[in-house]
């Protein structure tokens, strides 16, 4: 009796089970149909054949150059002085000293002896003959058998140096005593003045730059040894524009604080000095060029897979192409290895 009432309640508990399974998926509303998983579409690009280059960017400052002492060497007391930031030019005065002035010449060495005993001849003659006729004075033919850079002190010399004197209203004596001149390899800019009106003439009277605008860059030893004078380089001014310029000059004297990397001073030249006719201080940049590879086989960065192993390779048609990467330039590098081709299409992380 117990059995037939055991099967008898495992039938009913079935029937129940599956009359509600029955309700259940009546009452329940059918869900979307299944969808099937698309496949991400990967970005390729084309493996090109171009030249690639690097750069080393630099900080610079625009300015005048380093200033340097200019001395008067005339026995006297100064009475006018230029103002801070003037120009002066070949024949322009410099400094006034008894109320005469004292002149400015272009050459490369000063006066140093009293240019008075004709028929003299030197580097120093040659240095007022070559101003007096950059001035306007006709000066004469030098004599037959002069050495080359020197002059001699021709009484047609002489007339123009009293021509010169004259105009200037100087005394009139035909001869340049030391000091009554100043020589600079070229024009000036006033830095600084260290004297006032009233001091020795005979003395440091003020400090002088260049005229020229240029850029000089702090570099560590290992980037300066890359430079020479002449080098190209591009400025990047603070407004993002950029100028075409050289190395004019690379240091010879390192410099650095202690614990500092020891560094050269590198002068740059841009090409077009109008591009920094707005700007007396200011930091750029300055490009200069590094390692350069022609024509090579190049991908972008983000297509490089590195392998587990080590190195590097792509991902091509056929799987990954193992490479070797060479230069890295913006952006780009250089591959190489069995299998690659130019325009073949290589995977590129997205």
Wanted: hydrophobic share 45%.
């Amino acid at each position: 009796m117990s059995y037939r009432k055991t099967i008898t309640g495992a039938l009913l508990v079935l029937a129940l089970t599956g009359a509600a399974a029955f309700v259940l998926t009546q009452d329940r509303e059918p869900g979307p149909a299944p969808v099937a998983e698309q496949t991400e579409q990967v970005a390729t690009v084309k493996l090109e054949r171009r030249d690639l280059s690097t750069t080393t960017s630099l900080s610079g400052q625009v300015g005048f150059g380093a200033a340097r002492p200019l001395a008067g060497h005339v026995a006297g007391t100064v009475t006018w002085l230029p103002k801070v930031g003037a120009t002066i030019e070949q024949g322009r005065q410099l400094f006034r000293a008894d109320d005469a002035p004292v002149v400015l010449f272009y050459g490369k060495m000063p006066l140093y002896r009293p240019i008075a005993t004709p028929l003299m001849s030197g580097r120093d003659v040659r240095i007022v003959a070559d101003n007096l006729r950059a001035l306007g004075y006709r000066v004469g033919p030098r004599p037959a058998g002069t050495p080359a850079g020197e002059s001699v002190l021709t009484p047609g010399l002489v007339a123009a140096i009293k021509r010169w004197q004259r105009d200037l209203g100087r005394p009139v004596t035909g001869t340049v005593a030391v000091g009554e001149v100043e020589v600079q390899s070229g024009p000036v800019r006033v830095e600084s003045l260290t004297v006032q009106p009233g001091a020795a003439a005979a003395a440091d009277l003020m400090t002088v730059t260049s005229t020229r605008k240029l850029i000089t860059v702090s570099a560590e030893l290992a980037d300066a040894a890359k430079l020479t004078a002449g080098s190209r380089v591009i400025v990047v001014l603070p407004d993002d524009r950029t100028i075409k310029a050289r190395v004019s000059a690379v240091g010879r004297d390192a410099t650095g604080n202690e614990g500092d990397a020891p560094r050269l001073t590198v002068s740059v030249t841009v090409d077009n000095p109008a591009g920094l006719a707005k700007l007396d201080s200011a930091e750029v940049k300055v490009n200069f060029p590094g390692r350069t590879a022609k024509k090579v086989l190049a991908v972008p960065i983000e297509a490089l897979v590195a392998l587990s192993e080590g190195g590097y390779a792509v991902q091509g048609p056929q799987g990954l192409v193992p490479v070797k990467a060479g230069l890295f330039a913006d952006g780009w590098v250089q591959v190489s290895g069995a299998g690659l081709t130019e325009d073949m299409d290589v995977v590129v992380a997205s």
